[in-house]
């Protein structure tokens, strides 16, 4: 069992910059793919970005590609996403997710586990 909660999370102007944290609990973290998503108002959850177990595979939204860079320690039972370059349409509420698998990939059609989110605001 895995137990997700986001933070880092607030308002901030455009072209500022944000730091998610996912800090996450259980022994299996280390071993678990791991995925930033979001969904804004109206609108379907999206994929931001994914990590495989090692941070070694990453893969980027084409929205976010360049401004946003996802990352993980083992050590600390942390995954964070680095958000540059904000725009207003980033705005959402963001959620990072967890796959229970021990293969290498670094992302997933489905997720077994999911933080509660954490909202980001980018006013223009």
């Known amino acids: 069992q895995v137990h997700l909660v986001e933070s880092g999370g607030g308002l901030v102007q455009a072209g500022g910059s944000l730091r998610l944290s996912c800090a996450a609990s259980g022994r299996t973290f280390s071993d678990y793919p791991m995925a930033w998503f979001r969904q804004a108002p109206g609108k379907d959850r999206e994929l931001v970005s994914c990590?495989?177990?090692?941070?070694?595979?990453?893969y980027y939204a084409h929205s976010v590609k360049g401004r946003f860079t996802i990352s993980r320690d083992n050590a600390k039972n942390t995954m964070y996403l680095q958000m540059n370059s904000l725009k207003p349409e980033d705005t959402a509420v963001y959620y990072c997710?967890?796959?229970?698998?021990?293969?290498?990939?670094?992302?997933?059609?489905?997720?077994?586990?999911w933080g509660q989110g954490t909202q980001v605001t980018v006013s223009s």
């Open positions: 997710a967890a796959k229970a698998t021990y293969t290498s990939a670094a992302c997933y059609t489905r997720y077994d586990y």
């Open positions: 990590i495989n177990w090692s941070g070694g595979s990453t």
